[in-house]
């Protein structure tokens, strides 16, 4: 059984390290919708399409994220201080919360007939998360003090950790094709088409930093 201490470690440098990128991430989120709104083409529209993102839109993403990553690190404790209970069940019980935290969910639109495939996708998202934070928060290395020192403990290498990374961000990318073909799943009141296009783009660079971050840990290892 590991350490509770031990436990505990992993799972604050793993929470520091996901609170940072997602911080990243919403600030360029605010950038993406300046640049989209460049122009007096859009000076009418351009103070109402901020004021919706940054009133309504950007507090959901920031809540629904943390809500997340503390549900995927409730899930993989319960599953390392439990070693019985199976993956799946704890994802089925828990997937109704996460759900409803998801940053594209939260704005699907339920009539739509993408949406039970949304559901799914999310689904298998979660699962893929929680299967990865076990990985790391269960890893009993001594002398970790850093999440770089943690990732490199726990994958060994940097094709393990990739392979790991991409097991996760696949189903973002079919989510990302999903809104790509049928931007109607999304119900958002105000300036839909842009602030789809602005989750789509803010998805690619995430993965695009993520795999990035990887290569710079393990550079040299």
């Not at 993403?61 to 199976?86: M, T, V, Y």
């Not at 993408?114 to 996708?121: S, T």
Request: with cysteine.
């Amino acid at each position: 059984m590991i350490d509770p201490a031990t436990l505990e470690r992993n799972a604050r440098l793993v929470r520091a390290r996901m609170l940072e990128q997602l911080e990243s991430s919403l600030k360029k989120g605010s950038e993406y919708i300046n640049q989209e709104l460049e122009g007096p083409q859009n000076f009418l529209i351009r103070p109402v399409v901020r004021s919706f993102y940054d009133t309504f839109v950007k507090p959901i993403l920031r809540d629904g994220s943390k809500g997340n990553l503390e549900l995927d690190i409730e899930c993989a404790k319960e599953l390392i201080l439990d070693p019985g209970k199976k993956l799946e069940e704890v994802i089925e019980r828990n997937a109704g919360r996460y759900f409803k935290n998801d940053q594209t969910a939260r704005f699907a639109n339920k009539r739509n007939t993408n949406y039970r495939w949304f559901v799914e996708n999310v689904k298998d998202t979660f699962k893929a998360q929680v299967k990865h934070m076990v990985e790391a928060l269960k890893c009993e290395a001594p002398d970790v003090s850093t999440y770089d020192g943690l990732m490199i403990a726990t994958y060994k290498t940097r094709e393990n950790a990739r392979a790991a990374l991409q097991e996760q961000i696949q189903h973002m990318e079919m989510g990302i094709d999903k809104l790509q073909s049928d931007p109607s799943v999304m119900d958002i009141a105000v300036g839909k088409e842009l602030i789809t296009r602005v989750l789509v783009r803010g998805m690619k660079d995430t993965k695009a930093e993520l795999l990035a971050g990887v290569d710079d840990v393990f550079k040299g290892k």
